[in-house]
């Protein structure tokens, strides 16, 4: 068997492929692929951050972004575990395709959903189905730090055998005090007793579980419909919407960042696009996004969520100025470096980017 090479004291970064290196089935059409950095690096993330994959499906790569599932407190490894739904092109293409030995181009990491950007000492997780992705890093990032939290996951699914990390969950809670857990599902599995709650997310759940959830700060991730439903409970109690955080990887509904008022960007004026790298230049509307002229000029971007959370089309402008609304993919330390995302970023008359 060939020796691994030993973890260096140097961080992974995406200039270096991953390895996948062991894959394992969680539920149906659930999987959780383990990658490795081939050099040895070690990995080092927040609890709760993101990564975009490179996919070479047939027809040219697809970039798609999946949470980390494992803890930074655990560097050796990086997991992501991921939920193929029927019309699923990347999500499908990894499990039918994805297996140890195969390396992978990968962006980021990125986000900032984790409880270590908002610290608090009381947390209240609230997820459905492959939204459990980012508590179980959290809480796996707590439980490594060997202190006590305070923390109550409430996760969301269909059925209970469609639960992902239930036993690793309820390992740790047995484990440590401070970790409370309570399954909701709509329906039980034929056969098998359920005991926990059933039914949709409400307010009386809410209530049950987490008593003093007025007093805790929420994470919340799972398909937008359920997201949803929990700011609206919350918002009904009278909770405090400014210690509600949630991800998403689709447009989101609450106010963007950074969004400029001097500038509107105008259908009828013509911006015109360097890319100085390709040796290419394009004519668009000002209302044309910088990722959409690129496609048009026959350029390729790798580009993820395309409203500006993921940060996965962050490219160099070196000339010229763009209009820009982002939704948290980017900071303000690369913008005044020059970086923009092209995916929501609009030129205003002549514009150079390193592409």
């Known amino acids: 068997m060939k020796a691994r090479a030993q973890p260096a004291l140097a961080f ?12 394992l089935p969680e539920a149906r059409d659930v999987v959780t692929f383990t990658f490795q950095a081939p050099s040895g690096a070690l ?9 975009t994959l490179e996919l070479p499906v047939a027809g040219g790569p697809l970039h798609r972004t999946y949470t980390i599932s494992s803890s930074p407190s655990r560097p050796t490894s990086l997991t992501i575990t991921v939920k193929a739904q029927e019309a699923s ?7 039918e395709n994805l297996h140890p030995g195969a390396r992978l181009r990968a962006i980021g990491p990125g986000g900032r959903f984790s409880c270590l950007e908002t610290p608090a000492k009381k947390h209240l997780f609230i ?3 492959s939204g459990i992705t980012p508590m179980m890093s959290m809480l796996t990032h707590m439980y490594d730090g060997g202190r006590d939290p305070d923390v109550v996951l409430i996760a969301c699914a269909r059925r209970p055998s469609e639960i992902i990390f239930r036993d690793r969950l309820e390992h740790m809670a047995s484990r440590i005090t401070g970790i409370e857990l309570a399954w909701v599902v709509e329906e039980p599995d034929p056969y098998r007793p359920w005991t926990g709650y059933r039914g949709r997310f409400n307010q009386l759940i809410l209530g049950l ?16 419909p359920f997201m949803t439903a929990v700011r609206e409970a919350l918002a ?15 447009a989101p509904l609450l106010q963007t960042e950074d969004v400029p008022e001097d500038v509107t960007p105008d259908e009828a ?6 890319f100085a790298a390709s040796g290419v230049t394009h004519d668009c509307a000002q209302t044309d996004t910088v990722l959409a002229a690129a496609r048009a000029a026959g350029l390729n971007i790798a580009s993820g969520c395309t409203f500006g959370v993921c940060g996965t089309c962050k490219i160099r402008k070196t000339a010229g100025e763009v209009h820009m609304v982002h939704n948290g993919g980017i900071t303000e330390e690369d913008i005044e470096d020059g970086w923009i995302l092209a995916c929501c970023s609009n ?9």
């Open 12 to 23: 992974w970064s995406d200039d270096e492929p991953l390895e996948c290196v062991a894959r």
């Open 43 to 51: 990995f080092a993330f927040r609890p709760g951050q993101f990564l």
């Open 89 to 95: 092109l990347g999500t499908r293409w990894m499990l």
């Open 127 to 129: 997820s459905a189905g």
């Open 209 to 224: 579980a987490a008593a003093d959830y007025l007093e805790r700060d929420v994470y919340c991730c799972g398909p937008e």
């Open 236 to 250: 009904g109690l009278g909770y405090d919407m400014a210690r509600y955080h949630q991800e998403s990887f689709t």
């Open 269 to 274: 004026i013509t911006a015109q696009i360097e």
């Open 347 to 355: 030129p205003i008359g002549r514009v150079s980017v390193d592409v």
